[in-house]
C-alpha cells in the first residue's frame, strides 16, 4: 500500500521536534539571545532530533524496506527541495532576463557553485541534515543487526562515534580530496552521523524500557526535569556545538543528553502547544522550506526578530501548501512503492517515521 498507515502520535515526542526547529528557524533568522539562552538550546537541538528519531526505530524490518522507507521519508524530500531551489534560482535567473537593467544573471544567481557544489550548498542549506539522518539511520541498522546483545550495540555505538569524531576532529578530508566517494561521505556529513549514534542509541534502549510510558508528571518525573535541567545548565556554556567533533567527545555528549533528557520531560509535562507541534510533526519540511523563504525576505526586512515572525508565518503557510498538494514527495506518502514480498514484522509508527 502506498500511503503509510495512519497511526494516533504521541504529540509531546513532536513538542521536542518543535521546540528545536522553532530555534532552528530562530537562529537562521540571526535572532540575538541572550548568550546563555543560546548556548543552552546550541548544545542539545541536533542531539534531540536523533534521540526522537531512533525513538521507534526497528531493526527487525527487513533491510529493503527499511531502506525504500528511509529514501521515501529523508531523501525523496531532499530532492523535491533541492529542485523547488533550482527553480527559485531559474525565476530570478528569468528577471533577470527581462529586465537587463537589474543586473542578475546565472553567474550573479549560482555565483561560483559547480554542479556539485549546487547540490552540497543549495539555497536550502539546512537539507543537509535529511542526509546526515538517513546515514545515522542505515549505520545504526548496520550496528542493531550486528549487535543483537545490548553491550556488544553499545560498544559499537561508541566506537563508530569515536571514530566519526576522529575524522571531524582532525580535519581529515584534506588528506581525501582525490577520493571523490571519502570526499561526498564527509560533505554530506556522514561523520556527524556516526557521531549522533549514541543519542539513537539512548532513543531506541529507553523506549524498550517504557520510556514513552514513564509519569512524567509524577516525582520521579520532577526529579529527571531537575537533575537534566541543572546538568545541562551547567555544561551548556562551555561547550559550543553545531556538528560534533570539536571538543573532547564526554563534553559535547553531556549537555547534548541532558538538555535532550529535559526538554523531552517538560514536553511529556505540557503536552499540548499547537505551534511547537505542527513544527515538530512537519519538522523536515519546515526545516527545508525556512531558509529559501528567510533568503528571500532577509532583502526586505532589516529587523530580526520582525524578519523571524514573517518567515516563521510565511513557513507555516508553505508547509500546509506542501504536505497537502506534495504529499509524495514531503514524506506523507510513499513515491516509491515498498517492497512487498518481505513481510513487516513490527511496523513503525506513523508517528515516529518523520525523524
Not at 17 to 45: E, N
Not at 81 to 109: D, E, K
Request: hydrophobic share 50%; with cysteine.
Amino acid at each position: 500500500m502506498n500511503e503509510l498507515k495512519s497511526k494516533p502520535r504521541i504529540e509531546y515526542v513532536d513538542l521536542v521536534k518543535g521546540f528545536c526547529m522553532f530555534f532552528v528557524v530562530s537562529f537562521h533568522c540571526h535572532v540575538t539571545y541572550c548568550p546563555w539562552l543560546y548556548d543552552l538550546v546550541r548544545c542539545m537541538y541536533l542531539p534531540a532530533f536523533f534521540f526522537c528519531a531512533a525513538l521507534f526505530f526497528n531493526s527487525d524490518v527487513p533491510f529493503r524496506r527499511f531502506l525504500v522507507r528511509k529514501i521515501n521519508l529523508l531523501l525523496v524530500p531532499w530532492a523535491f527541495f533541492l529542485l523547488v531551489c533550482l527553480a527559485g534560482y531559474s525565476v530570478v535567473y528569468a528577471i533577470g532576463r527581462i529586465v537587463p537593467a537589474s543586473g542578475i544573471s546565472w553567474q550573479s544567481v549560482l555565483g561560483d557553485y559547480s554542479p556539485y557544489g549546487f547540490i552540497k550548498f543549495p539555497a536550502n542549506l539546512p537539507s543537509w541534515y535529511l542526509w546526515c539522518i538517513f546515514f545515522s539511520f542505515m549505520a545504526y541498522y548496520a550496528v542493531s543487526r550486528l549487535g543483537r546483545h545490548i553491550l556488544l550495540r553499545g560498544l559499537l555505538v561508541v566506537a563508530s562515534a569515536l571514530a566519526g569524531w576522529y575524522f571531524e576532529q582532525y580535519d581529515v578530508r584534506v588528506s581525501l580530496r582525490g577520493n571523490i566517494v571519502m570526499m561526498f561521505l564527509y560533505d554530506f556529513h556522514f561523520f556527524t552521523a556516526l557521531e549522533m549514534l549514541p543519542f539513537m542509541f539512548a532513543g531506541e534502549e529507553l523506549r524498550r524500557r517504557g520510556l514513552l510510558e514513564f509519569r512524567f508528571r509524577s516525582l520521579w518525573g520532577v526529579a529527571v526535569i531537575m537533575i537534566s535541567s541543572a546538568v545541562w545548565a551547567i555544561y551548556s556554556g562551555k561547550v559550543f556545538v553545531t556538528l560534533y567533533g570539536h571538543v573532547w567527545p564526554l563534553e559535547a555528549y553531556l549537555p547534548g543528553f541532558a538538555g535532550t533528557a529535559s526538554v523531552f520531560a517538560i514536553m511529556a509535562v505540557i503536552r499540548r502547544f499547537p505551534l511547537l507541534h505542527f513544527l515538530g510533526r512537519y519538522s523536515l519540511t519546515v526545516l527545508c522550506t525556512h531558509y529559501m523563504l528567510f533568503l528571500a525576505l532577509e532583502n526586505f526586512i532589516s529587523n530580526p526578530w520582525l524578519l523571524f515572525v514573517c518567515v516563521l508565518v510565511a513557513t507555516l503557510a508553505a508547509v500546509k501548501l506542501f504536505v497537502t498538494y506534495c504529499p509524495s514527495f514531503t514524506g506523507q506518502r510513499n513515491l516509491i512503492p515498498l517492497p512487498t514480498s518481505c513481510r513487516q514484522t513490527s511496523p513503525e509508527k506513523d508517528y515516529g517515521r518523520i525523524a
